[in-house]
């Protein structure tokens, strides 16, 4: 049984929505999905399909073998890279990927996001890091489940919840949270972080990080256990 689906095949479809909406996708490149941990089941965008006439039903549905066990259509290419990253971190509920302009200048540089600023330490207390460069036979054996692979260990050493997001050497950014509105708001946020840090650059090539205090009061205010930031939840 693959069990009922419907919230989250409306929430991996409004994220889907959101990456054309918020100006991070381009024709069909990019991708958001969901998992539902207690089913073991994660649902993700269709490979190629346009954004406009995307619904719920075109969304696949596979488990974290890669089994399709809903949908008719072939799952996004990325689907390996989502899957190890779920593998990987079970604190990850959802994942987008998009080519968005400036993170994927930086990725296509070669190059980490530095930490310049406060807007980059409400995201996260760390440079945005870069993965390695893949062999020729992981690109050959597995492409898509090596750039999972990849991403695993530019983030393993601090966690995926300091680190929401990295740029896959050469390709683009890939953005995760608890779940898809998180995932969509991190991937929004790199882009605009990415941008500032080009912008920066260009004006003072050898400006220096955040200073210690300042980043870490700005991401701790937003993100830690006596976190300020926004409205408290109602009880």
């Not at 994220?15 to 918020?22: E, F, G």
């Not at 696949?60 to 990325?78: C, F, H, I, K």
């Not at 207390?125 to 990849?150: K, N």
């Amino acid at each position: 049984m693959s069990g009922d689906l419907t919230a989250l095949r409306a929430q991996v479809l409004a994220a889907n929505l959101a990456l054309p909406a918020s100006g991070l996708v381009t024709l069909t490149w990019g991708n958001a999905s969901a998992i539902d941990r207690d089913l073991g089941l994660v649902v993700i965008k269709p490979s190629g399909v346009d954004y406009a006439a995307l619904t719920s039903a075109d969304l696949v549905v596979l488990d974290l073998d890669g089994n399709v066990v809903q949908g008719s259509a072939r799952p996004s290419t990325d689907t390996p890279t989502h899957l190890a990253l779920y593998r990987a971190f079970p604190s990850i509920g959802a994942v987008v990927h998009t080519h968005s302009t400036w993170a994927t200048a930086w990725a296509q540089a070669e190059h980490e996001i530095p930490l310049m600023g406060t807007t980059h330490a409400d995201l996260s207390p760390h440079a945005i890091p870069l993965t390695r460069a893949l062999t020729e036979d992981e690109i050959q054996a597995g492409y898509e489940a090596a750039t999972g692979t990849v991403l695993i260990e530019a983030v393993a050493e601090v966690g995926p919840v300091e680190l929401p997001c990295a740029l896959v050497r050469q390709h683009g950014p890939f953005c995760w949270g608890p779940d898809c509105a998180s995932a969509v708001d991190c991937a929004v946020t790199l882009e605009e972080v990415a941008r500032l840090a080009s912008i920066t650059m260009t004006l003072a090539p050898l400006s220096k990080t955040l200073d210690a205090p300042l980043r870490n009061k700005h991401y701790e205010r937003k993100h830690g256990p006596h976190a300020y930031y926004g409205q408290a939840p109602h009880s």
